[in-house]
Each structure stands twice: as C-alpha cells, then as structure tokens.
C-alpha cells in the first residue's frame, strides 16, 4: 500500500538508487535561534549518502518522454482511498483521479453522522460542486457516483472514526492512500506553545 500525504507529496514506487538512508558521518549540530521565544537551542540535521555522490556516479533514469513517468500505469485498476476529500486540495485530487487515469474505485472519508448523511454530503459537496461539471457531462452523473464510495469517518477519532466494517472494506480492496485532511479549528494551540 502507498501512502501519499498532501505535505509531503507524490513520490512513485520505484527502487532508490541507493540503499544509504539513515544518518551517516554526516551528521552535524548547529545552533539556532528559536523565532517566536528568542533563544537559541541545539538542532540537529543529517545527510544521506546518496545526498553525496559525485555527479561521476549519479546516473539518470531511464525515461520514455511519450509514456511520462508512469504515473498513469501506475492508477490504473486501483482502488484509493482519500482523506480529506471534501476540502479544496481533496476535491481537486479526486476529480483529477477520475478525469485522467483509469483508478477502480474512490473511497472517500467523509464527517457524517451515518451513511445516509455521508452520501448526501458526497452528492451536495463533491459531485454537484463546479469542479466536477465538466467530468459529468463527459461521463455523466452515474459514472462519477459509481466511481466514489463515501465512508463514515472523522480524522479526530480514534481509527479516523471508521467502524470495524470499513476498516476492513479498505484494509481489503484500497491500494493506495492520499491524505489531505487538515483540521479546520484554526483557534487550536500549537505543539510548541504551553
């Protein structure tokens, strides 16, 4: 299974071209300021051996421009499950998802208190929001709701709020994962604050 979060980005499966991932001799400590309190502390920061290669034995990969790098392969058949899919970053993945590859199904957390009211939220925020006009009159209403599975959740719960049933549905059937989810509570303290 991949996990691909909105922080860190899209990296596609593929082989590292070095195995040397771990802190190695390069390691140093540096002291910094602290921005928001004014005083300094110890920081720490490592680099990788294959952050260190001479250019001689750094070798580009093998591409072909005409197919990209795989990523449409890559979707295709796949179940994904998304996190955070009624937001503006959730919304546009899942509409690009479902206009350029060929993914299986979307399954989709949404906050609900049942199904009922996950699938009307799905239908009311998702399917009939603008973005997603253009891939309804290519392939109609029906398509697009086969297509997006909503499941009952909430990321400030335990388990991402999923009773037993859809853990197990997405255990089973989900290949990659995508999360964009973020709390909208923007009065919350922050971890460096006491």
Request: glycine residues 6%; hydrophobic residues 40%; aromatic residues 10%.
């Amino acid at each position: 299974m991949l996990l691909v979060s909105a922080a860190a980005g899209f990296y596609p499966p593929t082989k590292p071209y070095c195995e040397g991932i771990f802190p190695t001799k390069f390691a140093a400590n540096h002291s910094k300021m602290n921005a928001f309190s004014g005083k300094y502390h110890q920081t720490h920061s490592f680099s990788t051996k294959c952050c260190h290669l001479p250019a001689s034995q750094l070798t580009a990969a093998a591409v072909d421009w005409h197919k990209g790098i795989g990523i449409l392969d890559f979707f295709k058949g796949k179940n994904i499950f998304v996190i955070g899919a009624t937001g503006l970053l959730g919304k546009a993945v899942v509409e690009k998802l479902l206009r350029s590859t060929s993914v299986d199904k979307i399954y989709l957390l949404i906050k609900a208190k049942d199904k009922e009211a996950a699938l009307d939220r799905l239908q009311r925020e998702i399917i009939s929001s603008e973005l997603f006009a253009c891939l309804i009159e290519k392939y109609g209403t029906t398509y697009v709701r086969e297509k997006l599975i909503p499941i009952v959740g909430d990321i400030s719960k335990p388990n991402i709020g999923m009773d037993c049933e859809s853990i197990d549905a997405v255990r089973k059937n989900v290949h990659v994962i995508i999360q964009s989810a973020a709390s909208t509570t923007f009065n919350e303290r922050l971890a460096f604050q006491s």
